[in-house]
């Protein structure tokens, strides 16, 4: 079990640097990852992240990272974006696939903990530059189920990228 754990935060730490290398060639202007603590993702746990813009004239492609092991039960994901100031409000219900047709986990990585890049907004300009509030939770549900899970096991981690955009 300690030998488990161990590679565990070796891949975690090895994903950690290369990402961060790939990260400094991407026009990163903004990252910021929140870790499960928890074996699941509870439903009432919205993970949040603030953002200071300081151009409104710079067009910004947004990101979601997500994180996930094989307890992950589910071949795509439904996510619930707030993003929000004193001016602005936008809501969008989004739907990543997580796995291929053949239930191979889409993303990059090593092992069982897989890492996905997926777009949030593309060509996107922030209004103003007041402190921009970014929550995102999770609505998914079996087949058949009026009610969405309570608890999502299998995401490790839930984060924002937000990048200069290249033409």
Same mark, same amino acid.
């Given at each position: 079990?300690?030998? $488990?754990?161990?590679? &565990?935060?070796?891949?975690? +730490?090895?994903?950690?640097?290369? =990402?961060? %290398?790939?990260?400094?060639? #991407? ?20 993970? $949040?992240?603030?953002? &200071?813009?300081?151009?409104? +004239?710079?067009?910004?492609?947004? =990101?979601? %990272?997500?994180?996930?092991? #094989? ?97």
């Amino acid at each position: 079990m300690a030998i $488990k754990t161990k590679m &565990k935060n070796k891949t975690l +730490l090895i994903l950690s640097l290369i =990402f961060s %290398l790939t990260a400094c060639q #991407n026009n990163v202007v903004f990252e910021q990852t929140k870790d499960i603590n928890q074996t699941v993702w509870h439903r009432d746990s919205i993970v $949040k992240m603030q953002f &200071k813009p300081h151009d409104t +004239l710079q067009t910004y492609d947004l =990101f979601f %990272l997500i994180r996930n092991d #094989n307890r992950y039960p589910y071949a795509n994901i439904f996510l619930i974006a707030k993003m929000e100031n004193r001016h602005q409000k936008i809501i969008d219900t989004l739907e990543y696939a997580m796995a291929d047709e053949k239930g191979n986990w889409l993303g990059s990585g090593i092992w069982d903990l897989k890492e996905s890049k997926l777009v949030y907004k593309k060509n996107f300009k922030f209004k103003d530059t007041l402190p921009v509030t970014i929550s995102v939770g999770y609505a998914v549900r079996k087949t058949g189920q009026i009610l969405g899970d309570e608890e999502l096991p299998g995401i490790k981690t839930v984060g924002i990228i937000i990048e200069k955009t290249t033409h």
